[in-house]
């Protein structure tokens, strides 16, 4: 009998390396899908709608928000919507294959409503000084930015106790294993054998 | 820092291979400590109090049982009393030592109410005539007794719910790595690393 898919989510303060990890997991498991986005915005160069996101306009946008039809939304930079379709994800699910949602800790609050089974991942930098030192080694953004991001990320720290699981990152392929191990091991949990387990309460009534 | 042990519950229905499960867990983990119980029966030849056994006298056991002092017990065949002394694990898990509790269904239910954090694992036989198998080729039982065990076999796996996880026995190597995997796990569970989590947050505010 083959299982449903469960939905792990990678999530965590920027700077924390949940991207570095999903990328690093996906590579090396091929069954896992990576859930795609929606988004308003135009897409880029060499960006593929189906792949890199969905790209819609706001009017279908607002209307899939009100049908519900996503795990989670949001309005960036007070002009775009980006957000998580619910329809791939349960698609992907019930053909038994492991879905795999990288995404901020606001976003991970919102999924946690909208969806009961999902496996809600913290990555976590080793170290508060680390996560400074991370954000800037990237280079890319000015103090202030780094000041904000560091003021979110310790926002975002308070909500580490709604998730199920918390895997610091340290070195990339720790944590990656560390993912692998918790995925596994959710395969054994009795709620996601109900169907095993009454098939063989079935066989003895 | 080093974090608290995890009370690891290897239960299920006789003829499941809790046993088997459980010795061959212990043979490749020696840092694992196995719970032993407290028994007012008299020692058999071989058995060292404190080993396989904390053999006590019945007025002690009830003495025992008053101060709470059982996580589990049970009074067998109406003549002797069996207990898991709570003192002997929560100093182990104090210490930092996993400790593995191989028990029947109805003592695991007793636990669950007597200790909260407790990785709850039900071991399947693969189907019921396996099992059925299994109870006959022991050939150590009547068919009578054998009947007896399958009925409460059966009423055992009522309580398959209650437990955290579920691995089927089929081959015993497998199901010790799928016990390894959720022990592995575990240590990545929130709700283990409340202390790690408050020191991080700590550095932050």
Redesign the interface.
Known sequence: MKRKGMLLIISGPSGAGKGTVCKALLAKHNELVLSISMTTRAPRENEIDGVHYFFETKDKFMKLIGEGEFLEYAVVHGRDFYGTPKRFVTEQLEAGNDVVLEIDVEGAMQVKNSFKNGIFV?I?PP??NELKNRLIGRGTESEEAIERRLKT??FE??N??K??????NDVVENAVD?VE??L???C???GR?KE??DE??G???
């Open positions: 913290f976590m170290t508060f990320a310790a720290l308070q580490v106790n998730y199920d699981y918390v895997v610091i560390c191990t918790i596994k091991a959710e054994y949990t009795v054998n095993v387990i063989f309460i066989g003895v009534l």
